[in-house]
């Protein structure tokens, strides 16, 4: 449930030409994924996002409303589109849903990339989608820092479990 698919440590350490021989369509976490907490990115980063949008359709669908110097979703000229949901918020179903048509692409032909292991990988893996976890980029600000590790423990309880039995 909470397991995701792949793991790479940031979004520009992804199999590019693998993913896109595979997968036509790929939604992207915001937040710790494509910017880190001061809403800001590195080259390397900006260059993976352009080589990905060049090969697949690409959408950025985050649950936040804030916003950077006054732009919701900086980055945002780099990528196809992008949804923000924050009335039925990640892992609901209703934003992947809205993702996908906007995208124009099936769940099975898609990849969903996040940090969360509750609202992107929980999320994107009940809305039928191949899931992708990063590592956080940057650092947590209050009060993401205390409930952050929490899921990721229950993560790795999950992972212990299912080894078990
Ligand atoms: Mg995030």
């Not at 009335?87 to 849903?97: H, I, N, Q, V, Y």
Request: aromatic content about 8%.
């Amino acid at each position: 449930m909470l397991q995701p698919d792949q793991v790479y440590t940031s979004v520009a350490e992804l199999p590019v030409e693998s993913l896109a021989d595979e997968y036509n369509a790929v939604i992207f976490d915001r937040d710790h994924v494509l910017i880190d907490e001061t809403g800001t990115c590195d080259p390397q980063r900006r260059e993976a996002y352009d080589a990905i949008n060049d090969r697949m359709e690409t959408c950025i669908l985050t649950n936040e409303t804030l916003r950077y110097d006054g732009d919701p979703v900086p980055i945002a000229d780099r990528f196809d589109t992008y949804v923000i949901d924050d009335t039925e918020p990640k892992p609901d179903s209703e934003g992947f849903e809205k993702a996908l048509a906007m995208l124009d692409a099936e769940p099975e032909e898609t990849v969903m990339v996040g940090d969360s292991p509750i609202t992107d990988i929980y999320g994107g893996n009940n809305a039928g989608l191949t899931t992708i976890q990063v590592e956080p980029y940057g650092t947590y600000p209050f009060p993401l820092s205390v409930s952050k590790p929490l899921e990721h423990g229950l993560q790795r309880v999950e992972s212990l479990v299912q080894d078990l039995f």
